[in-house]
């Protein structure tokens, strides 16, 4: 990839981490339940973490960050209505895998393109990992919830 190039993508994930932050903050405030509420608030400022530090490589190289718009909407498809509905917190943390599991592949696909910057490598990296806890965790509230006599 070359540095224009880079800086897309790295344009694509600040629009993604920005709309995740808005997600979570928003799903934090309209789920009842506390530790619900607490582990979304705790993901929005880990993807705020996210936001910052992509924004600060696509500095260091010399451009701005630039939002592309809704990037979340063609990942989710038709439950994109489903992210934040009072419908209930499974539909919820459904969304919130996909979207996960996008960053997750897209991140991935990142590191083996990015070439030799081992700033930017670490910092994929840690993003990635992140991601990855993000999902487990909202996996592991889907399998308890499915599993629960209705
Ligand atoms: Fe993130
Ligand atoms: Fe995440």
Request: hydrophobic letters at 40%.
């Amino acid at each position: 990839m070359n540095q224009q190039q880079i800086i897309n993508r790295l344009n694509w994930f600040y629009s993604l981490e920005l709309n995740q932050v808005d997600l979570y903050m928003t799903q934090s405030k309209r789920v009842g339940d506390i530790y619900f509420s607490k582990v979304f608030e705790r993901a929005a400022y880990i993807e705020q973490q996210h936001v910052d530090n992509i924004a600060e490589k696509i500095k260091e190289l010399g451009s701005k960050p630039t939002i592309l718009g809704d990037v979340m909407a063609p990942i989710l498809g038709k439950i994109s209505g489903n992210i934040v509905s009072t419908a209930g917190i499974l539909p919820m943390l459904k969304a919130n895998i996909l979207l996960e599991q996008k960053a997750i592949s897209d991140y991935k696909d990142f590191i083996l393109k990015a070439g030799k910057d081992p700033e930017l490598f670490n910092l994929l990296w840690s993003n990635l990992i992140d991601e990855d806890l993000h999902v487990s965790w909202f996996s592991r509230k889907v399998q308890e919830l499915e599993e629960k006599p209705h």
